[in-house]
């Protein structure tokens, strides 16, 4: 038997993907019973992974959950369009996302009269965290390993490792 169809769309670069990111992925799935998690290849970042290297560390994962995980280009409500879909699920940590999400849930609704955003924050063990702060507390000499899944962990550090 397969899955339901995704009901809701949760995109992001995931490079890497965090506890955060897994934290929302959970709170998405009993808010709307399945999901599609959409790495978007972002041409304005460098990533440390390739999309596909991002969306198999996602499934690995979620593999015990009611989530699909592709990858996309382009613009979030043509993906969710092309797939039937009219919820976009977005993070909030603080002040900051929401004011960068506002814009985005707007011009996307003016996009497509029928998407809907639906902020979610995330647990308070992780509303702090993001794959940039993550990256730069690695470079640091930090500790992360606390913010990542054990097998994220492992290939960020080997990924960081191998290009410094």
């Known amino acids: 038997m397969s899955d339901p169809a995704p009901r809701a769309l949760y995109a992001g670069t995931f490079d890497p993907m965090t506890l955060g990111h897994l934290d929302l992925i959970r709170r998405g799935v009993k808010l709307f019973g399945s999901l599609l998690v959409a790495v978007a290849e972002n041409r304005s970042k460098v990533p440390l992974f390739t999309p596909e290297e991002r969306v198999q560390m996602i499934r690995d994962e979620v593999g015990d959950l009611p989530v699909e995980v592709v990858c996309f280009d382009g613009l979030v409500v043509d993906e969710a369009r092309n797939r039937g ?25 003016r996009l497509n009269e029928e998407i809907e955003s639906v902020f979610v924050m995330p647990s308070e063990l992780y509303a702090y965290v993001s794959s940039r702060l993550i990256k730069e507390v690695y470079a640091g000499g930090g500790e992360i390993q606390q913010f990542l899944p054990p097998a994220i962990h492992t290939a960020l550090k080997k990924r960081l490792t191998s290009e410094s």
Do not use: C, K
């Open 85 to 109: 879909i009219s919820i976009l699920l977005r993070g909030v940590r603080t002040f900051t996302d929401f004011e960068y999400e506002y814009p985005m849930a707007m011009t996307n609704r």
